[in-house]
């Protein structure tokens, strides 16, 4: 096991990409304030309102989250009556997300703030730069990064290069 000394933090990819993260995710959540939404919760009601009524599985995907921190950061969503779970449409036993009435006007007011913050970090960032970046998480979002059960990447490489 690799001493803590061993560790380059400045090398660190996860570290460098979550503070990123929570920078850029600060700066969003400074102009919603207004709205009592965060950037998280912003994306939820987003998500669902582009693509439509879905399980809360559907969504953590669409999210790329995981399920129980979605549930988590989706109830004051629930408890404000921007969101409401109803029965499914084609299984009444599985459970769907949607956004209410209230859940769209708040949308509406959230996004032209959103518009606002985006134009802010466009013009501090680089507007093409800020794309590049966009294109790259896609990437990193796309790319295969599930610890095998056994066996390294280059043994998988290998193993797959001989098939």
């Keep these: ?43 939820i009601l987003a998500k669902l309102k582009g693509l439509g009524p879905m399980t809360i599985n559907a969504l953590a995907r669409e999210l790329v989250m995981d399920r129980t921190t979605l549930g988590r950061t989706m109830l004051p969503l629930e408890r404000d009556g921007l969101m409401a779970i109803k029965d499914g449409i084609l299984d009444r036993r599985s459970k769907e997300l949607a956004v209410t009435k209230a859940g769209t006007e708040r949308l509406q007011r959230a996004a032209k703030l959103w518009v606002e913050a985006q134009k802010e970090f466009e013009e501090r960032f680089g507007a093409r730069r800020a794309s590049d970046l966009r294109g790259l998480l896609g990437e990193v979002v796309s790319c295969e990064l599930e610890k095998p059960a056994s066996g390294s990447t280059r043994q998988r490489q290998q193993t797959r290069a001989r098939l």
């Design 1 to 43: 096991m690799p001493s803590e000394s061993s560790v380059r933090w400045p090398e660190c990819n996860c570290l460098a990409l979550r503070q990123a993260a929570r920078h850029v995710t600060q700066f969003y959540d400074q102009y919603l304030a207004s709205t009592g939404l965060r950037t998280t919760q912003f994306s």
